[in-house]
């Protein structure tokens, strides 16, 4: 079992930036891919960006790309999503997932095996 729990979400306004973080917890021994995914209000759950386990290899969806970007450092059991030149339309409840590689599309969200419980960015214009 996996927990993970996110933080930094808030408010910004739009060409703003915010850092979100995901610290991971319980058994982090076992090597994650990594990967952040976005709900807006009325919307289905969304790709954002996804890492392996190494921090070589990096995904980030073609709504965001440019924008924002994902790092994650093991010492630390910690993920980050970095959001750049933040737009109303980011408005949503962001969620950090791990799941094992090699298993699923790094951009489904069916994929995913552990959810943390989510954090809420708020972009204003």
């Known amino acids: 079992q996996v927990q993970l729990v996110e933080s930094g979400g808030g408010s910004a306004q739009a060409g703003g930036s915010l850092k979100l973080s995901c610290v991971a917890s319980?058994?982090?021994?076992?090597?994650?891919?990594m990967a952040w995914f976005r709900q807006r209000s009325g919307k289905e759950r969304e790709f954002v960006a996804a890492?392996?386990?190494?921090?070589?290899?990096?995904r980030i969806g073609d709504s965001v790309k440019g924008r924002f970007t994902i790092s994650r450092d093991n010492a630390k059991n910690m993920v980050y999503l970095q959001m750049n030149s933040l737009k109303p339309e980011d408005t949503a409840n962001y969620y950090c997932?791990?799941?094992?590689?090699?298993?699923?599309?790094?951009?489904?969200?069916?994929?995913?095996?552990?959810w943390g419980q989510g954090t809420q960015v708020t972009v204003s214009s």
């Open positions: 997932a791990a799941r094992d590689p090699g298993t699923g599309n790094y951009y489904t969200a069916g994929a995913y095996v552990y």
């Open positions: 319980g058994r982090t021994d076992r090597r994650y891919a």
């Open positions: 890492i392996g386990w190494s921090g070589a290899s990096t």
